[in-house]
């Protein structure tokens, strides 16, 4: 895992060329060069809350969940026990970043603040 600067974590990032980078979701920063991975690829999208200057990250291929931590957490969508996590710096670096999950059974993606 890499952070940037920011103190997001970086995510892996496909550019039109096929290679991957690092990418910050947060500040948008990418870490060149590119590493050529594609079996551990999985593609990200963020989009802005203007309103509240926040950002989503949505991993649109839920079959690469499989490559990422997981920890015990209840879906309340579906009851499964079991979701893939990630922390995405949507503030100032000082406050705590926030997690998000996803369920590894149903896909259902929420946040916590905690
Ligand atoms: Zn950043
Ligand atoms: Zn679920």
Known sequence: MSFCSC???????KTENGLVHMHCPSCGKILAPGVKNNSKLFEIKHT???NELEKTVIIENPNEVETMPFTNVTCKKCGNNEAVYWQVQTR???EAPTTFYRCKKCGNTWRDYG
């Open 48 to 50: 802005i809350r203007h």
């Open 92 to 94: 100032s670096a000082d």
């Open 7 to 13: 103190g997001a974590l970086m995510v892996p990032k």
